[in-house]
Every structure is written in C-alpha cells, then in structure tokens.
C-alpha cells in the first residue's frame, strides 16, 4: 500500500514490480496452505509481468493493470481483520476455558471478592468446580469449532484469492477448446477403427460368403454334393461374419453396459478377468451414458495394465458416486512403479476423461500397491439406490 502511495512522487515505480511479486508469493503460499488444509484448491491468477525488461514505468503499468494483483491487494488489506477475526475465536475458546479448567482451581482463594469466570461468581469451591466445567466446555467448544472455523476461512479465501473471472473464463475456454480436440482425434480414431475392422473381418466374410454361394448356385444342378458343401461353408461363414459383427458392437458399446448399467458391466470385465478381482458398488442408479462408457473402458484399460504390466494377482474396483462426482478407485496389489508418461495406457484413459472434466490421479510408490482414482463430474438420473459387492 505504501508503495503505490509513493508513485505520484516517482518513488514507488522502482518498487512496485518487487513488491508486487513478494505480495503473490505470500498468496501463492496461503493457497498452498488452504489446499493442504482444508483440501479447497484455489486457482492462481496469471503470472505478474514483471521479468525486468522494459522500462520503470511500463513494468510499473503492467503490474498496475494486472487484474489478479488488485486480487491479491484487496486479500492482503481484508485478510488480517477477516481472517483474523475467524481464527481468534477457537483460540480464544481454548485459551480461555484453560484459564477456567487449569488457572481459577489455583487463584480463587488469592483473588478473594469480585473474582468471576464468565458469569459464574467464583467464591466458594462449588462456583470453583463449575467454573471448572465451564472451561472444559470452552476448551471443547473450542476444538470443535476450529475445523469449522478453518473450512470458513478456506471459503473466504477462495473468494479473495481465485482468479479473476477473466482469467477463469480464458482457462475455461482454452481448456474446452483442448478437450474438444481430443475428442474429435479420439472419434476419427476411434472410426478409423471401426472401419478397418469391418474390412478386414465382417466385410471379408460376406464378401466370400456372396462368391461362395455364386458358387454354389451355378453347381447345384450339376454337382449337388459339392454344392451342399459350399453351402455348409457359406453357414460357418455367416456364424463367423455375425460373430465379427457382435465383437464390433461389444468394443463400441458393450450390450451390458446399455442393458444393466456400470456396475454389473464392471463386474462383466471382473468376470472375464484372470485376476482375482473385487467389485464395490455404490451407485445412486444409472448415469450418463457417455459417462457410463467413458468410465468402463477406462477401467477395462485398468484391469489390463494391472494384468500385463504389474504382476498383480488381486485387483480392488470401487465404485460411488457423491456429490455429483462418479468416483472409481482401481487398486491392485502389484510391484508399482507406473509411470503415465510411459506408454499410451494411462495417457488415453486420461484424454478420455477429460472430455468430461474428468481428472486422473495415479498414486504408484516402488514395490506398490498402485491405486488409480479416476473422478468424472456428472449427476444420476435415477434416483433408486444400487449398492452390492461382487468377486470375479
């Protein structure tokens, strides 16, 4: 503050660039801070403009029209009268109900006439035990009241210390226009693959299945026999043909997965696993369900890194949904050590996430177990609850 009442006089131009970098590192610790706290993440603002090139003046208007420094300001002049004012109550909760609990059994006698604790008069040794009990009852008031006390400065901090909305409408856009991208890659991919294995397997079959029978109705006036022959090919060519098709649709939307929903189509991929594989379900009902599929191959891609790469010989699935959050933990029992930059495993499941928001954390320390939590924003269409455990 005593910097930028110093620039009329051109005396804080100097000053305000590493002022203003001092005040953003001290934001940038308090939302740390809160993050590990309270678990509430705050979004920084962008990064101040002051690398030292130009001259005093131009840093000086950069740093001034940052809308996030202003942000920051604002938080540094409110913080100490709210933030200390959440914060002295617990302690002064605690500190005084000590004083009743731990003090007053051993002064009381000292003091003599006019001594009181809250509005106890303490006189005798029964006002003495009640102001004891009534400094335990604020020493408790006071450790119950912290946690709460803490979470509503987290929430004030959020408010004064999150981006400006520009910066979020920016991040916001660019990170829809990235997720969009991605899923257009990820559909032309995914075409690509459908067409390809419609040539190569059910396209070829009926292809030989037409020449077959062209075959066949030419000889079956002259050499029936070869032509019943033929036409016994040409069924084995069909049950294989509908046997490609059937594979295809399972690979785009497994017929479980629409007709039971993600719980019972998780317990499928349990089923069909080699692994010892648990399955908790705790879903609401049936989600979205491009949801719903996001979330099953990204699991089947679990279940098949855990089978190839770790080793592992029991797999535990959960599945639960709260607060319009699908949450899926994967935890296996394997060596550890995955690496998500190596490979395309984990690097698809996370691209196919993020085209709802969806994020990915992987936690794999060496010598395991590797848990991967996946969470996608969405919310249950149906409002029956579902909620069983199965082995597979």
């Not at 070869?226 to 016994?232: K, M, V």
């Amino acid at each position: 503050m005593c910097t930028l009442l110093l620039l009329p006089v051109g005396v804080g131009l100097p000053l305000l660039p590493p002022a203003a970098a001092a005040l953003r590192r001290l934001s940038d610790r308090y939302r740390s801070w809160t993050a590990r706290w309270t678990g509430t993440r705050i979004s920084p603002p962008e990064p101040l403009a002051v690398d030292g090139s130009g001259s005093r003046r131009r840093r000086a208007a950069a740093v001034l029209g940052d809308e996030g420094f202003w942000h920051d300001l604002r938080w540094a002049w409110l913080e100490p009268w709210a933030g200390g004012v959440l914060v002295a109550v617990p302690l002064a909760l605690i500190e005084y109900g000590v004083f009743g609990a731990l003090v007053q059994p051993f002064i009381w006698r000292l003091v003599g006439d006019g001594n009181w604790y809250a509005f106890i008069p303490v006189e005798s040794t029964a006002t003495m035990l009640a102001a004891a009990v009534l400094g335990l009852v604020f020493v408790v008031a006071g450790l119950r009241l912290a946690p709460r006390v803490l979470e509503l400065h987290a929430r004030w901090s959020r408010r004064t210390l999150a981006a400006p909305h520009s910066t979020e409408l920016v991040r916001r856009i660019e990170h829809l226009a990235d997720t969009r991208a991605d899923a257009l890659d990820t559909q032309a991919a995914e075409l690509r693959r459908i067409e390809r294995d419609l040539h190569d397997g059910a396209q070829a079959r009926l292809v030989a299945l037409g020449m077959t029978l062209d075959k066949a109705t030419r000889l079956l006036d002259t050499d029936p026999q070869t032509a019943r022959e033929l036409l016994l090919v040409v069924r084995s060519t069909s049950e294989r043909a509908l046997q490609d098709l059937r594979d295809l649709v399972h690979g785009i939307h497994p017929p479980v997965l629409a007709d039971r929903g993600l719980g019972d189509a998780v317990r499928s991929l349990a089923l069909d696993s080699f692994l010892d594989v648990d399955v908790e379900v705790r879903l609401p009902g049936r989600l979205p369900a491009p949801v719903e599929s996001a979330a099953y191959f990204a699991v089947g891609e679990l279940l098949a890194n855990a089978a190839k790469h770790s080793g592992a010989r029991e797999v535990r699935i959960r599945l639960a949904h709260a607060n319009s959050v699908l949450r899926v933990t994967v935890t296996d029992d394997g060596r550890g050590g995955a690496d998500p930059s190596r490979g395309s495993g984990l690097h698809g499941v996370r691209r196919r996430l993020s085209t709802f928001d969806g994020t990915l954390t992987l936690h794999s320390p060496q010598g395991g177990p590797t848990t991967v939590t996946l969470e996608i924003p969405c919310a249950s269409s149906l409002p029956k609850t579902s909620s069983s455990s199965a082995t597979g």
